[in-house]
């Protein structure tokens, strides 16, 4: 079993950075794929970014790429997600998850969750 938190949210004007972590508990954090998604209000939660269990393949949403970057140090048992130039469509809660194949975009396929971070983008 993995838990997982989240943290690194917070309040930042369009055009910021923020940098999102996850912290994995156990030792099998290796194992699992990994994933962030976000939920804004009134919206079904969305598929983010992927990266695979040894971190050399990624994956990004056509909305991020270019400005989000995810990776991982197995050595700390953490998943970062590196978000660059935001705007305020990127306000969501966001949210990381384990999964053991890599490259799924539905969040019903993850098998474990963290309780999530805010992020807000302000205009």
């Known amino acids: 079993q993995v838990q997982l938190v989240e943290s690194g949210g917070g309040l930042v004007q369009a055009g910021g950075s923020l940098r999102l972590s996850c912290a994995a508990s156990g030792r099998t954090f290796s194992r699992y794929a990994m994933g962030w998604f976000r939920q804004a209000p009134g919206k079904e939660r969305e598929f983010v970014a992927a990266?695979?269990?040894?971190?050399?393949?990624?994956y990004y949403a056509d909305s991020v790429k270019g400005r989000f970057t995810i990776s991982r140090d197995n050595a700390k048992n953490t998943v970062y997600l590196q978000m660059n130039s935001l705007k305020p469509e990127d306000t969501a809660i966001y949210y990381c998850?384990?999964?053991?194949?890599?490259?799924?975009?539905?969040?019903?396929?993850?098998?474990?969750w963290g309780q999530g971070t805010q992020v807000t983008v302000s205009s």
């Open positions: 998850a384990a999964d053991l194949i890599f490259g799924r975009v539905a969040a019903s396929e993850y098998d474990y």
């Open positions: 990266i695979s269990r040894s971190g050399i393949t990624t």
